[in-house]
């Protein structure tokens, strides 16, 4: 059973960037797609962007393209979300989650498709 431990996260002025780190434990991430959600107060939990470990595919919301990155560490079996340019509208508790992966190319930015999720971690980008 694969578990997931957030690191990161915090309050940051709005412009300003922040890091967050997930790592596995209980298994590796090979085979899987790992990715952020983001659930906001009152409002449903929806995907921010995602990587194929196998493949290194990313894939990333409208609303962070160009601000956000994703990337994987093999040796550490980590994945780091780099948020810049960070918005009052970003502020949101991030959530680490993984499912395996059942193609090369098809992902999910559904949260029911995804298994394995970390405890959250709080982001505040104050204006």
């Known amino acids: 059973q694969v578990q997931l431990v957030e690191s990161g996260g915090g309050l940051v002025q709005a412009g300003g960037s922040l890091r967050l780190s997930c790592a596995a434990s209980g298994g590796t991430f090979s085979n899987y797609d790992v990715g952020w959600f983001r659930q906001a107060p009152g409002k449903e939990r929806e995907f921010v962007i995602a990587i194929k470990w196998n493949n290194g595919r990313t894939y990333y919301a409208d609303s962070v393209k160009g601000r956000f990155t994703i990337s994987g560490d093999n040796a550490k079996n980590m994945v780091t979300l780099q948020m810049n340019s960070l918005k009052p509208e970003d502020t949101a508790v991030y959530y680490c989650?993984?499912?395996?992966?059942?193609?090369?190319?098809?992902?999910?930015?559904?949260?029911?498709?995804?298994?394995?999720w970390g405890q959250g971690t709080q982001v505040t980008v104050s204006s």
């Open positions: 989650t993984a499912r395996k992966s059942y193609s090369s190319t098809v992902y999910s930015t559904v949260a029911g498709a995804y298994d394995y």
